[in-house]
């Protein structure tokens, strides 16, 4: 694997251009998921988990949507597994992904309520959370269960590393091919990589992660 001192740079220059121009939308971005990591309910955080549970090999914006279905028809904290299903329009593996929805709830669920933000208090840094996560949550893997730590602002370090990503740090020279399987070991060292290059250009890794994201997609949701 190629690292730090192998970036193509070129491409690394016009990264550095690209987040001059949307610095302030990126930082503003991560504000909010600080915000709604702090501010949230349980409820409002089992969403956010929920989302991300529903995003490999799906469009976030169609999974969000699903999530919203969910909480209007009041079966995102209570639905059956076959109720979930039938809302989850546009999202892949329906029927699986929304059985884990129903897993997820059970897990959380203390004395007859959510306590989603009682359990990572307790589970304390960001590693350690993820790794807690990924170990007990059924359908998330590290990508996925670092999404959901940066959408609550509490992804201090950590990358990622979908798809579009992963294509960026090939075109940059931190990988030098797309892998076909991301395990443990091999997910720490990009990660690895990619804070390497976020140090070299004096950014954050989470704001690389939304920039290269927003490079590939235009976008800036979630």
Known sequence: MRRRGTVRQRALDDLKRRYVALKDAIQTRLGEFRRLGDEASDEDLFAELVFCLFTPQSKARQCWAAVERLRDCGLLLCG?????????????????????????????????????????????????????????????GYKEATHFLR????????????????RNLVH???????????????YMEIEEAMVDVAQAMGITVEELDLLLWCKETSDLFK
Request: charged fraction near 30%; proline fraction near 2%; charge should be positive.
């Open 151 to 166: 959408n609550i602002g509490r992804a201090a370090g950590m990358a990622i590393l979908d798809r579009h990503i992963l």
């Open 80 to 140: 059956e597994a076959c109720e979930v299903a039938g809302q989850l329009k546009g999202v892949r593996f329906h029927n699986t992904k929304a059985a884990n929805v129903v897993a997820l709830r059970e897990l959380f669920t203390r004395d007859g309520h959510l306590a989603v933000r009682e359990t990572l208090d307790r589970l304390g840094e960001p590693r350690a959370a993820r790794e807690w996560l990924v170990a007990n949550v059924r359908g998330l």
């Open 172 to 186: 940059l020279g931190v990988i030098e091919e797309m892998p076909r399987s991301l395990s443990r070991r091999k």
